[in-house]
């Protein structure tokens, strides 16, 4: 009896150690979800620059199509359903390893908040204490884990090939390639993706822009703890594949920029 009570402490231990263990296969999936009833199409249509908190039932469902693998986008991941793109903020490490490109997220929404960050529309678990125009991330796994349920299915994910002209908002939080693009001619030969915090301790975040051959112009924006900001950028015409925002740091309030998921999102065109 002692040692059968023994071998139990012993699971519950591991259980518990492992619950924050992203990698372990126990808990990638979820068994059951609520019924979907809405778009993220319908979440896009609600937010604003105002925090706004959602109080009907509202369920959703989407693939993953970024995450923080490479530490370009910061405990946060996008999911997309084909009408829209949504943003979510989890204050959680290693999101790479519990939401997996191309899974299918159920997210339920009734009391979570909404607000547009850079364009795209933002779901959080409650507005900041001090900065009312602003959103907290889920800070517990068990908290994220009452509204978002991840699934077993998985699918390849495949960017919407578009032209730069052709941004618009309908586009902010929504991966795309766009083909044919030649770093500016006015970057330094040096540069890389991004700036580290030594070279430019006013901003995480570094803007590269890049021409088509027609003239317009795209800005990239990369922030300095991704793991392929200090890879040189090629002055070949590139193929780039990213989420779309707007109003991104480091570029005009209105402009569309790109942000790449990972360094497979840049190539010889």
């Not at 040692?3 to 059951?32: E, H, K, M, P, W």
């Not at 766009?178 to 970057?187: A, D, E, R």
Request: proline share 5%; glycine share 6%; aromatic share 8%.
């Amino acid at each position: 009896m002692k040692r059968l009570l023994c071998i139990l402490l012993f699971a519950l231990v591991v259980v518990g150690c492992n619950y924050n263990d992203f990698s372990d296969v126990r808990y990638q999936y979820t068994l059951s979800a609520p019924a979907v009833n809405g778009e993220l199409s319908n979440v896009t249509e609600i937010s604003s620059d105002t925090p706004f908190a959602i109080t009907l039932p509202m369920v959703v469902e989407g693939r993953v199509i970024a995450n923080d693998r490479s530490g370009n986008f910061y405990r946060t991941i996008i999911i997309d359903d084909g009408t829209a793109a949504v943003a979510i903020k989890l204050n959680l490490y290693d999101l790479h390893n519990l939401f997996r490109i191309g899974q299918r997220v159920v997210v339920d929404c009734e009391g979570l908040v909404v607000v547009q960050e850079q364009g795209v529309a933002t779901l959080g678990s409650r507005v900041e204490e001090w900065n009312a125009t602003r959103i907290e991330g889920f800070a517990l796994r068990s908290e994220a884990d009452k509204h978002i349920f991840r699934l077993a299915d998985v699918d390849a994910v495949v960017p919407s090939v578009v032209g730069s002209s052709e941004l618009g908002n309908e586009w902010c939080g929504r991966l795309v390639k766009l083909n044919n693009l030649t770093l500016s001619p006015h970057t330094p030969a040096t540069a890389t993706w991004a700036e580290s915090p030594e070279d430019n301790p006013y901003s995480s975040v570094s803007a590269r822009y890049f021409y088509t051959p027609q003239g317009d112009s795209i800005a990239v924006v990369t922030s300095a703890y991704a793991d392929f900001a200090a890879q040189p950028i090629s002055i070949e015409p590139l193929s780039l594949t990213g989420v779309v925002l707007r109003g991104a740091s480091g570029t005009p309030k209105n402009s569309y920029s790109l942000k790449l998921r990972d360094s497979l999102d840049y190539a010889p065109f």
